[in-house]
């Protein structure tokens, strides 16, 4: 069975070596010792975030502190192709879901958007309390995963502002019941198939729309920007379940599974 993973900041790894010591405390440490009852000599990763994971076994408990002897401190690199999900918001948690579904399954970064037909409404107080929630979501799905990088959910987005990351993205997706060509066949293209050689990765962006569907102006809005629209398969998948649907078939043709 793999190690249970546990978060420290980004960066805090930096320069620890097999050997020493490692302690965190706050809720994680509590988290470690309250919930999972870790003992001395059990072995457990601990990661950043940001890539890097310390693979170790427990040398102390307390009662608010974990401490850790390193054996191993790795960095995982990010692939390639990084997969990034948007997110129309969905009434009913089928937008937390989703998310936390395709952090699990290997999405790289989560955009909220505000589609037309979104019926919950991300303002004032409620947006960033909601943004944090959904970046809290992210973080307990990766931890769950195993993750060493935990997905950034980013600013959220209108219809008009996604037209613009559409247009400055290297690939962008549309998924709809109407579209012609299959996901697979727009994701072996070779903008993304020949993407594993460049210095830098690209990103692709899995756009879903809310319970009511993309409206024909969004997909004309976003058509124009850049995007296109592909056929995830021959049933239309909820909110909930379609940009999970599309990581694993992106994985998959990719070459990230």
């Not at 809290?136 to 997905?151: D, G, N, Y």
Request: charged content about 25%; proline content about 5%; aromatic content about 4%.
């Amino acid at each position: 069975m793999s190690n249970p993973v546990f978060f420290t900041p980004a960066g805090s790894l930096d320069g620890v070596e097999p050997g020493a010591v490692f302690v965190i405390d706050g809720a994680e440490a509590r988290h470690a010792v309250t919930v999972k009852r870790l003992t001395v000599g059990e072995s457990v990763d601990i990661a950043d975030g940001a890539g890097a994971r310390l693979t170790g076994t427990v040398a102390e408990v307390g009662p608010g502190s974990l401490s850790v002897t390193a054996s191993e401190v790795v960095f995982e690199d990010q692939p390639d192709v990084r997969l990034v999900l948007v997110q129309a918001l969905a009434k009913g948690d089928r937008d937390e879901l989703a998310i936390e579904t395709a952090t699990e399954l290997g999405i790289d970064a989560v955009i909220p958007w505000q589609a037309e037909r979104s019926i919950v409404r991300w303002k004032g107080d409620r947006a960033a309390k909601a943004h944090a929630k959904w970046q809290s979501v992210v973080t307990a799905a990766a931890k769950q995963a195993r993750r060493a990088w935990i997905p950034e959910v980013r600013p959220i987005l209108d219809s008009a502002a996604l037209a613009k990351a559409v247009a400055a993205a290297d690939l962008a997706v549309i998924l709809h019941e109407d579209a012609k060509n299959p996901l697979r066949t727009v994701l072996e293209a070779p903008i993304v198939a020949e993407a594993g050689g460049l210095d830098s990765p690209r990103e692709v962006l899995l756009i879903v729309g809310p319970e009511g569907g993309i409206s024909p102006r969004e997909v004309t809005r976003l058509s124009d920007a850049g995007a296109v629209t592909a056929l995830l398969g021959h049933h239309v998948l909820r909110s909930s379940t379609a940009g999970p649907a599309a990581v694993v078939l992106a994985s998959d043709v990719l070459g990230r599974w």
